[in-house]
């Protein structure tokens, strides 16, 4: 209701600040006999943490995870599951100067108006670290998928500023997202959005872009009629990620141009004798339920606020001042940020699941 | 939780098919003591009722909206409000021609093979007759956002198919949105849209376009940090409209090509002495919560799925077969849709005002 | 959230005030492909119609349900069900006397000061004429829990004012229930309690009394850990009815003079070779979760608040009054109580069947 | 939904085994800007943790807790808040000899029938060791309500087996509670009640008994109509505490035997020209919402499951064998759920002051 769960039936509350104790998330409900393991939740994790590359952050976070309940011999026990990362690379000193302005396009000015107070060390529970929690939650849906429901998620970076990726979503597999530091598939436009980033960073600015989401193998019948469509929970799921600003499925704005007659999709009957669907321009879902057929959607990130090229800003005591970054930022966080939407279509996936087999199992 | 409730604090459920008893929706947690009459709810409903000109289709519901309980002496009580419409126009052997097969693009499919059964007279649940409960439930909420809070919710058709409107978002008022039958305020635009309208109604399909909603006054601080973010509830609340495939906050997927210099809206000194934001790339929304400024979001909608034209599909038996749909249908929703988008704004910002009010009012 | 849903997964909201238009109920999550008629509905609720016998209130309320939505086909769609029976009988003018002052031990005095407001004909929201919608609700999960789980519930009279009825209670049959006017299987018993809410009858007064409730064939494993105890929703399920003070569950209050040793119920090896438990003192719940043994709980209820004997209160104004009740009301709510009380128990054990299903079917 | 979480707008979710890694909580929702240390905390917890007298169990947990979110220069931040303990005095080797058997009338066997597997160090989840969690949560509720409500919670023994403390339940201060080792404000009656603790806790054996809560200074109107009663509420939060059977809320079981006319409490103008109720049957609670008199209610406790006398139970595999516990455990579990029950009416109080102050604030 505050706003830290997601869920319903497999339902995460995350909790902690980029600068606090630690960050952290219990997921309640997994079903039990699940076997997890901490070095699978942190290979998740490692895919997401500061340092990976030299074209993210270099604040050295090693984000180890802690299981410390729910877990027993190896295996969920069906209550819920504590994972968290203490904060190690804490300097909260670094934040002083940010102590009493705000940061253009970031939560200071907004916390501040809501809650009459706000944790100023980094950006608190606005900052993107509160994610780790998200990927450590995702990484136990993700395993259930894949095991109980043959569900695979593949998610990429499509777009980095105007660089677009060429590659039929159907075919990328995890291999060749991780072939490339960008998590591009796509090698020639890797290279490219590699070189983008880094003449952005030079410049001391940032970048946006867009990553492709990929459902295999979801269960026909997975989502909700009306509000709880699959393809609406998995919007909210994406655009409660920091810095997204965009989400369609199948064709998205792109369909607003075509006729019904273009964009329909034909029901046929396949080699196998199966009611198919011939193209899939809705994206794999119909109604809001699942089709059977791949789901695939788009995020879009705006360029992350933090830039070290110097701006405009107000002090919190409304004097007007300039702001030049000096902290240790991502100049687009596109690349970390794919774990993040693998977790969230994972969370949104696993939890129509439970409710499916509540109500129609 | 199986997907007809919406709203935490204020808490709509709908109920109803296309071709059953009702249609209509029960709205609880309302506050006490806000006037509200019959001809208020019903002259939302008016806006998006069938037949209402040459460019809908011309089912003949007159959707008189009943207001039997929550509501005494003319206000609300504060007990739940039930508001519902008998179904009139009620010729389920226009679709016995249907009942054996997969309409393409519908949700027979998908019902099917989440319930095992369907109701196949009209889309039954899955008609877009249900967003009459959610009108009626938003024109309550935006009667107290008004009166309350001093919110305007205007939305406007901005695109159908190609045609684009030109308009300055921030000065579209409601009466230039209803002053052309496709709800455009940009007239001229608007014309060669129902032109197009037309011409593909003439040609037995249908075809998609825009939506773009604005909300005035949104008090500071609205929203919830994560998960709950206000754009995060407000594309959820979008996307599970019929027919919506895309949603963006802001610049949205217009962001992703811009450097976060070019992005970020600087905070400045108004004339008044206050903080105020120099631009609104954001839409009004920074960290997921309110920054006082207009809020602006975008809507996209696929052509409607129902088009006279023939297409290919298959019986439940799994034969192949053709389809020519001779229903009574809309070649382009948009107009119809534009109080939806009204309402579903209003509902996510009164559910966030009275969040706000519980936590820190 | 506002108080008028109850349960998860299959979840109701009800609606209506005693003297407004309907009350009724949209019941939502029901698993597709149950077979319910309305005659089936009808005749729970005529069980809890008022004018049933001479000792209840002679208020001629009809309580015809009709169903508007969620079947198709006489089954259920897994869709909303919308249930309502229109207020026939209303005279208002009945309450005029009312208007202005507050009746002990009603709810009058809270609602004005909730609300700043209240619907003064009958008790408005308050009254126990939203029960029927809850009757309603529990027949369908009645229905489903003994054809698809094998669950029986009985309720039944226990108690009325000293009068307590001696019986099995894992003995007592529905038959055995209806055969008597105040449903209790006791029949010695019964024409006691029945003498005795005649005299209270005719001395313009009321009485209490004791439900108790037996589910039979409750499936081993339902319920939750923690804070979701099988034992706890029926508590919070029965004493939401209206006029309920107290709820235990097995020996309940008489567990406290007992030693550890007297108490704990011993597991054995059955005659099947199944394990058992030889006793069953705990009332069918071990840790909030159903061990298989007959659940039984009891369900005290205070003296009906409105009686004819004249009282001292106080006007809405501050002026000391005298109130004598000259409507139509009941001597003691046990007997038409047992249907709500077996309605509430259904409601809580198919919730948590359907929440059991998802994490663990 | 899976049981772990309680509250809707002070909302908590607890996790932990008691041989795990850690119990805590997460409290989502509170208001920000509320001043609370670690010692507060502590101080409320010291009152449940085991080992503070001889009548208790001698498990050493210092059940030192842990602010690791949400707490900023010593006050919330609005943002959840994450507070465990580790569990330091985990002997597993203490719980060899129960993995394989049912202790009888404990959770083993339907934990096992629920999950398929269980944690058979001490209760796993089972365990009572939880309710720390609850406790550090109610901590900060009941800080919140005291300083911004008024709101003062009471709770004490009023029965241990046979024993009867004698005293105004609304006279009762918390140095008088904590005046004694058994927590009953009756010194006579406390004395009485520890001989009889002793006398069990010698025999091997357990015994139960009664708390009594009072809530002083309820604010009017908080409560909900229909399904989220005040006293429905208090009564799930209480019914979900380790060993509670049963809980009545006013006169509750005693109500059945009286009259309406002995039962109704009067309104009367008071000597402020006030409007208020001569006496409170009702506990402080009409139609489900708070009238301003005291609430007051009983909770019952069973006999601790966990005795050193011999007993007839089954191990996992059927065979019937015999249990003497060795572990350490408390012969009456009431002097230390005294702070538990505290914990709990405060939760319930918090959460319906936040969503009172969201409708009608």
Same mark, same amino acid.
């Given at each position: 209701?505050? &706003?830290?769960?997601? $869920?319903?039936? @497999?339902?995460?509350?995350?909790?902690?600040?980029? *600068? +606090? #104790?630690?960050?952290?998330?219990?997921?309640?409900?997994?079903?039990?006999?699940?076997?997890?393991?901490?070095?699978?939740?942190?290979?998740?994790?490692?895919?997401?943490?500061?340092?990976?590359?030299? /074209?993210?952050?270099?604040?050295?976070?090693?984000?180890?995870?802690?299981?410390?309940?729910?877990?027993?011999?190896?295996?969920?026990?069906?209550?819920? !599951?504590?994972?968290?990362? %203490?904060?190690?690379?804490?300097?909260? =000193?670094?934040?002083?100067?940010?102590?009493?302005?705000?940061?253009?396009? *970031?939560?200071?000015?907004?916390?501040?108006?809501?809650?009459?107070?706000?944790?100023?060390? +980094?950006?608190?529970?606005?900052?993107?670290?509160?994610?780790?929690?998200?990927?450590?939650?995702?990484?136990?849906?993700?395993?259930?998928?894949?095991?109980?429901? #043959?569900?695979?998620?593949?998610? @990429?970076?499509?777009?980095?500023?105007?660089?677009?990726?060429?590659?039929?979503?159907?075919?990328?597999?995890?291999?060749?997202?991780?072939?490339? /530091?960008?998590?591009?598939?796509?090698?020639?436009?890797?290279?490219?959005?590699?070189?983008? /980033?880094?003449?952005?960073?030079?410049? &001391?600015?940032? !970048?946006?872009?867009?990553?492709?989401?990929?459902? %295999?193998?979801?269960?026909?019948?997975?989502?909700?009629?009306? @509000?709880?469509?699959? %393809?609406?929970?998995? $919007?909210?799921?994406?655009?409660?990620?920091?810095?997204?600003?965009? @989400?369609?499925? $199948?064709?998205?704005?792109?369909?607003?141009?075509?006729?019904?007659? =273009? *964009?329909?999709?034909?029901?046929?009957?396949?080699?196998?004798?199966?009611?198919?669907?011939?193209?899939?321009?809705?994206?794999?879902?119909?109604? $809001?339920?699942?089709?059977?057929?791949?789901?695939?959607?788009?995020?879009?990130?705006?360029?992350?606020?933090?830039?070290?090229?110097?701006?405009?800003?107000?002090?919190?005591?409304?004097?007007?001042?300039?702001?030049?970054?000096? &902290?240790?930022?991502?100049?687009?966080?596109?690349?970390?940020?794919?774990?993040?939407?693998?977790?969230?279509?994972?969370?949104?996936?696993?939890?129509?699941?439970?409710? *499916?087999?509540?109500?129609?199992?």
């Amino acid at each position: 209701m505050a &706003g830290s769960s997601f $869920g319903e039936l @497999f339902r995460i509350t995350t909790f902690g600040e980029s *600068h +606090g #104790g630690a960050v952290g998330v219990v997921v309640d409900g997994c079903p039990p006999g699940l076997e997890i393991s901490q070095a699978e939740v942190q290979s998740e994790l490692d895919r997401r943490k500061p340092g990976q590359s030299d /074209i993210t952050t270099p604040r050295k976070e090693e984000d180890t995870i802690h299981i410390l309940s729910g877990v027993f011999e190896g295996k969920t026990t069906g209550t819920p !599951i504590l994972m968290l990362a %203490h904060n190690k690379d804490v300097r909260p =000193q670094d934040y002083d100067a940010l102590k009493d302005l705000y940061r253009p396009s *970031h939560a200071d000015f907004t916390y501040l108006a809501k809650y009459g107070r706000r944790d100023w060390r +980094g950006s608190g529970r606005a900052s993107a670290r509160e994610t780790l929690a998200r990927v450590a939650a995702g990484a136990v849906a993700k395993k259930y998928l894949r095991l109980h429901a #043959g569900v695979e998620i593949v998610s @990429f970076v499509e777009q980095v500023g105007h660089i677009v990726a060429t590659c039929d979503p159907e075919r990328v597999i995890p291999k060749d997202v991780e072939s490339t /530091i960008v998590r591009c598939p796509d090698a020639a436009a890797a290279e490219k959005m590699e070189a983008l /980033i880094r003449e952005v960073q030079s410049e &001391g600015d940032s !970048i946006g872009g867009v990553i492709r989401c990929v459902v %295999h193998g979801c269960p026909r019948g997975l989502g909700a009629p009306v @509000f709880d469509k699959l %393809h609406a929970d998995l $919007g909210k799921a994406m655009l409660s990620i920091n810095a997204v600003k965009g @989400f369609e499925v $199948g064709l998205g704005f792109g369909a607003v141009h075509l006729r019904g007659s =273009q *964009h329909n999709d034909p029901f046929v009957v396949d080699e196998g004798g199966e009611v198919s669907i011939r193209t899939n321009n809705a994206g794999g879902i119909l109604g $809001g339920i699942a089709s059977g057929a791949m789901i695939s959607c788009r995020v879009a990130f705006k360029p992350v606020a933090t830039i070290a090229k110097e701006q405009d800003t107000v002090t919190t005591s409304g004097t007007p001042t300039k702001l030049a970054a000096s &902290g240790r930022h991502d100049p687009c966080v596109l690349p970390r940020a794919v774990p993040i939407v693998d977790a969230m279509a994972a969370l949104v996936i696993m939890d129509h699941l439970l409710r *499916h087999k509540a109500q129609n199992g």
